[in-house]
């Protein structure tokens, strides 16, 4: 079934379901904004998704949008040490990032390592894959994944 399918089930039966427990009253935009952040999560990992995750990925994208929202510090960065507690915030944003981010990464690499075939639901071919490739100018090979 086709991504775009698949989005457009999860929509319908979404939207079916906050009818059925809200009399009818739905939310359009939130029930689109979901089917389409599926269609992206796809095409960016290749990689089907579950609702739980794809809510969780949802919610710390929220996450870093407020958190890097622009400060005072930024611009006069003698106030930084005023500005801990935000620091610390964003901290912990970045740690939430690499714990939602990197196993899906990590996931990905190892199917393209075993082959597309070992996977029958992985995509043929998504934007991460272009990005295990990257030749850095002037170095040997492609950058290697820290050990996060």
């Not at 610390?88 to 199917?111: D, F, N, S, Y």
């Amino acid at each position: 079934k086709g991504v775009r399918d698949t989005a457009m089930d999860t929509l319908i039966a979404k939207i079916k379901a906050e009818a059925g427990a809200n009399d009818g009253v739905i939310s359009v935009l939130k029930n689109v904004r979901f089917a389409v952040l599926c269609i992206l999560l796809r095409m960016c990992f290749g990689l089907d998704m579950s609702e739980e995750t794809i809510e969780k990925i949802d919610h710390m994208m929220k996450a870093v949008l407020i958190t890097l929202d622009p400060r005072i510090d930024d611009f006069l960065p003698i106030l930084r040490p005023f500005s801990s507690k935000k620091r610390k915030q964003a901290m912990a944003v970045r740690k939430q990032q690499i714990e939602t981010l990197v196993p899906l990464i990590q996931k990905r690499r190892a199917i393209v390592q075993a082959g597309l075939q070992s996977n029958p639901t992985a995509a043929p071919f998504s934007y991460l894959d272009t990005l295990f490739e990257v030749q850095v100018q002037g170095r040997e090979s492609a950058p290697q994944m820290p050990s996060w």
